[in-house]
């Protein structure tokens, strides 16, 4: 990957990266705000379609954005969750330039 | 991602598979097939770059076998591994085609 053979430090980065997307939950969630309008969903706009409560998708939330694939707004009384520019691109290259 | 909220049972299959390759030494070893001849190494040739025994590497390479991204050939004494072809793209993709 990223044409070569990783190093530990970029093995870790990518394990880490990959381990919060390891869950069918935060998959999901990341599907949603990817599929949203402007690739933003506010977090009072996540909880129905996963059926979970809201500070249980926070807790998913928070370690997506730990990843640094989604950023997190705060407006007023809501979260708002965006897909960071370019970051899922990145993710992807460094897969397929293995390939 | 694939341009639409995923269903769960998408969810699940990308959540196992991000799930395998969140480990270091996996991402690691992916890289390091990704990057040999063919795409192709035997187990022989990936315990030294990790570090581990070869018990240790089969288990890890097994866990990768059973994401389908990795394919197992028996060869006389020695297992040998390779990328599926496409598998590592179509993962990129699923995650491109979000962004």
């Known amino acids: 990957m990223t044409g070569g053979i990783l190093d530990d430090s970029q093995a870790e980065t990518l394990a880490r990266m990959f381990k919060a997307l390891g869950d069918p939950t935060r998959v999901k969630l990341l599907s949603i705000i990817a599929a949203a309008d402007d690739q933003e969903a506010c977090v009072c706009d996540l909880t129905e379609p996963v059926g979970l ?24 009384r809501w979260a708002y969750f965006s897909i960071v520019p370019g970051a899922l691109d990145a993710l992807a290259s460094t897969l397929a330039s293995s390939s």
């Open 53 to 76: 409560s809201q500070p249980t998708v926070s807790h998913h939330m928070k370690l997506l954005v730990e990843t640094g694939l989604v950023a997190r707004e705060q407006r007023g």
